[in-house]
């Protein structure tokens, strides 16, 4: 959704770097949403 608002965002190492943090961020807030 955040595509194309960063020069970088076009490049795949920037892509694959934030897609890497948002899974890791999304299986921490997943783990703590399944426990509640």
Do not use: E, M
């Not at 955040?2 to 807030?29: E, I």
Request: aromatic content about 12%; proline content about 6%.
């Amino acid at each position: 959704a955040a595509k194309g608002t960063c020069p970088l965002g076009s490049s795949p190492a920037s892509l694959g770097a934030v897609y890497l943090g948002l899974f890791r961020w999304q299986k921490l807030q997943g783990a703590t949403a399944f426990r509640s």
